[in-house]
């Protein structure tokens, strides 16, 4: 990615991931709040759902994938 005139190297090594999602600037926050909203709407899911919630529906499903490939798989 260029860098816009003028940056210092300080600058320069400010710009971390870390950095970024501790500042959780509004375009981040709104890009992560779409993926969420897709995600949900992909599995059929409420958008109201709690992490608790999330975990232990994703799970549940991985328990359910998980039975179906060992009954697929050749004894």
């Known amino acids: 990615m260029a860098e816009s005139p003028g940056t210092t190297e300080l600058e320069r090594k400010d710009r ?3 950095n970024l999602y501790n500042k959780r600037p509004a375009w981040l926050a709104d890009a992560h709040r ?18 608790p919630e999330i975990l232990e529906r994703l799970l549940a499903l991985n ?7 060992a009954s697929a798989e050749p004894s």
């Open 16 to 18: 971390t991931l870390t």
């Open 34 to 51: 779409k993926l969420d909203e897709a995600v949900f709407a992909a599995y059929g899911w409420p958008p109201t759902l709690t992490d």
């Open 63 to 69: 328990h359910e994938r998980a039975a179906k490939s």
